[in-house]
T-cell receptor
Framework: DAGVTQSPTHLIKTRGQQVTLRCSPI?????VSWYQQVLGQGPQFIFQ???????GRGNFPDRFSARQFPNYSSELNVNALLLGDSALYLC?????????????FGPGTRLTVL | GNSVTQMEGPVTLSEEAFLTINCTYT??????LFWYVQYPGEGLQLLLK?????DKGSNKGFEATYRKETTSFHLEKGSVQVSDSAVYFC????????????FGAGTRLFVKA
């Protein structure tokens, strides 16, 4: 079975541009979460979606938005990119919306903002 | 709010040495605790977990015990291999923090042959 997939693998943008990152969860998983991992740090929670509804949001500005589609895939959008948005963006899926369920992480999208 | 603190790296060990990576947490209530591993250029993989006090998670020779009294979840392995070289993240989820996972800063481990 395929794991969590993310696209693109790498992305280079310039300041002020907009970017869309995509995530496909493991088949049957209904919960998708997004994390930002700046180099040398642990991942920071951005969003969680379950059954197409936003269930949680981290401490990120409104430039960050996301959505989940009927097939449970998800997109993360970042507007007006800043140099500080350069990071590895990780998507994680889990079967249901529970603290006990393991989250399975994708390989990430590495975003570089110049 | 909830938080995780883990020992700073890098940790450099020789093959077959004993490994301990310390992790302590702050949380209201009783979260689930996790260790994740990240190999170079890859995403995170769950290494082990524990969901209640005194639970011991184990996988691939790694172990960690959920200690409520010391709010700790230290990672141990009796004999490390070169292939264990990676970054290890301690994390928690649940309690009053909801379903988001809160990660520590990570500890890089280098194992020399």
């Amino acid at each position: 079975d395929a794991g969590v997939t993310q696209s693109p693998t790498h992305l280079i943008k310039t300041r002020g541009q907009q970017v869309t990152l995509r995530c496909s969860p493991i088949s049957g998983h209904k919960s998708v979460s997004w994390y930002q991992q700046v180099l040398g740090q642990g991942p920071q929670f951005i969003f969680q979606y379950y059954e197409k509804e936003e269930r949680g949001r981290g401490n990120f500005p409104d430039r960050f938005s996301a959505r989940q589609f009927p097939n449970y895939s998800s997109e993360l959008n970042v507007n007006a990119l800043l140099l500080g948005d350069s990071a590895l963006y990780l998507c994680a899926s889990s079967l249901v919306d529970s603290e006990y369920n393991e989250q399975f992480f994708g390989p990430g999208t590495r975003l570089t903002v110049l | 709010g909830n938080s995780v603190t883990q020992m700073e790296g890098p940790v450099t060990l020789s093959e077959e040495a004993f490994l301990t990576i310390n992790c302590t947490y702050t949380a209201t209530g009783y979260p689930s605790l996790f260790w994740y591993v990240q190999y170079p250029g890859e995403g995170l993989q769950l290494l082990l977990k524990a969901t209640k006090a005194d639970d011991k998670g184990s996988n691939k020779g790694f172990e960690a015990t959920y200690r409520k009294e010391t709010t700790s979840f230290h990672l141990e392995k009796g004999s490390v291999q070169v292939s264990d070289s990676a970054v290890y993240f301690c994390a928690l989820r649940g309690a009053t923090g909801g379903f988001k996972t809160i990660f520590g800063a990570g500890t890089r481990l280098f194992v020399k042959a």
